[in-house]
């Protein structure tokens, strides 16, 4: 059974950093797209940053509204995505969500088969 347990959310002031951890079981995160996504209420799931399956270093995707702010990155050894997220903006004020997929290089909510419950993450003034 895979799953997907996000944590690490919070609340931060503008300019601050927040690091998302992604713990996965089930299958080895190696192997699958993983990426992450927010949602505000109201508004759709948008891509955040997805991060291609293998055994090394993944080509990595971002949205334009977090590139040069936000890292994507895996720990195969522990079977874990991260988030770093830096330089935290009011408007990234969102629930995050860890998911995984087959599809390379895409940031499309569609493309990924398996969702964790979320984590929120609050961007203060």
């Known amino acids: 059974q895979v799953q997907l347990v996000e944590s690490g959310g919070g609340s931060v002031q503008s300019g601050g950093s927040l690091r998302l951890s992604c713990a996965a079981s089930?299958?080895?995160?190696?192997?699958?797209?993983m990426g992450w996504f927010r949602q505000t209420p109201g508004k759709e799931r948008e891509g955040v940053a997805a991060i291609d399956s293998g055994d090394y270093v993944g080509s990595t995707s971002y949205a334009d509204s977090v590139k040069g702010r936000f890292t994507i990155s895996r720990d195969n050894a522990k079977n874990t995505l991260y988030l770093q997220m830096n330089s935290l903006k009011p408007e990234d004020t969102a629930m995050y969500y860890c998911?995984?997929?087959?599809?390379?290089?895409?940031?499309?909510?569609?493309?990924?088969?398996?969702w964790g419950q979320g984590t929120q993450v609050t961007v203060s003034k």
């Open positions: 089930g299958y080895f995160v190696g192997n699958v797209c």
């Open positions: 998911a995984a997929g087959f599809v390379l290089g895409t940031l499309r909510q569609v493309d990924f088969a398996y």
